[in-house]
């Protein structure tokens, strides 16, 4: 069974700080897939960023970035310089490679808020 | 690029009634997955389709909730009847044909159930 742990719930940072979510995954598959989304207090979720498990390679994009490392199964996510815009639920997910397309296991969120 | 449709945006009504939730995916989407936000539960998968195909219904709570996707472009989400335990947020999402696209999600419909 694949399972996702998000286990801080709820990160609460002043603006201009770096903050780390942290997400730790579990799977028996060799071949799988992580992602991260958002989900602002108007309540969409918004693709942020996908991995598959043969590209361990950090990725940046702006003010975020991942660190993928498949020894301790972990999918961080860092956001550097937080703004408020920043403020919202970001969900870690996992599918495998079975079948054409599989399910999403979502973690249960972590709840940022970015104070001015 | 429209996203994927989703509609009503919010939905109350009384217990017993007969609720239709519905859903557009992106065009030329091949996969639909209807999902169900609440906040003991978190996000869970009730059911997808792929090409208009039911492929994994096994998150569908009970019978009394029902997904049909007659075409490409359309799904709905059908509870009868509805009880208060079925207030949430319902998540349509849609994604490409080749293996683990990032799904992409609708704006939710919010249902309260009275």
């Known amino acids: 069974a694949q399972k996702v742990t998000q286990a801080q719930t709820e990160i609460s940072v002043v603006e201009k700080e770096d903050v780390t979510l942290d997400c730790v995954y579990e799977?028996?598959?060799?071949?799988?897939?992580l992602f991260w989304y958002k989900q602002p207090p108007s309540g969409e979720l918004v693709f942020l960023i996908r991995r598959n498990s043969f590209d361990e390679q950090n990725e940046i994009s702006g003010r975020y970035s991942w660190n993928f490392q498949k020894s301790t199964s972990s999918f961080n996510f860092t956001i550097t310089a937080s703004q408020v815009v920043d403020s919202a639920v970001y969900f870690c997910?996992?599918?495998?490679?079975?079948?054409?397309?599989?399910?999403?296991?979502f973690g249960k969120g972590i709840t940022l808020s970015v104070r001015p | 690029d429209a996203g994927v449709i989703q509609s009503p945006r919010h939905e109350v009504t009384e217990m017993g009634q007969e609720v239709t939730l519905r859903c557009k995916p992106i065009?030329?989407?091949?996969?639909l997955f209807w999902y169900r936000q609440t906040m003991m539960r978190g996000l869970e998968l009730l059911i997808y389709f792929n090409n208009n195909v039911p492929i994994d219904d096994s998150g569908m709570p009970e019978d009394r909730f029902s997904a049909k996707m007659p075409n490409a472009s359309f799904s709905t989400l059908k509870i009868q009847p509805s009880e208060p335990r079925d207030s949430a947020v319902y998540f349509c999402a849609s994604s490409g044909q080749t293996s683990n696209q990032p799904q992409h999600f609708g704006d939710g419909t919010r249902l309260s159930i009275l």
């Open positions: 065009s030329g989407h091949d996969y």
């Open positions: 997910a996992l599918s495998s490679s079975t079948g054409a397309n599989s399910k999403l296991t």
């Open positions: 799977t028996r598959d060799t071949t799988y897939y």
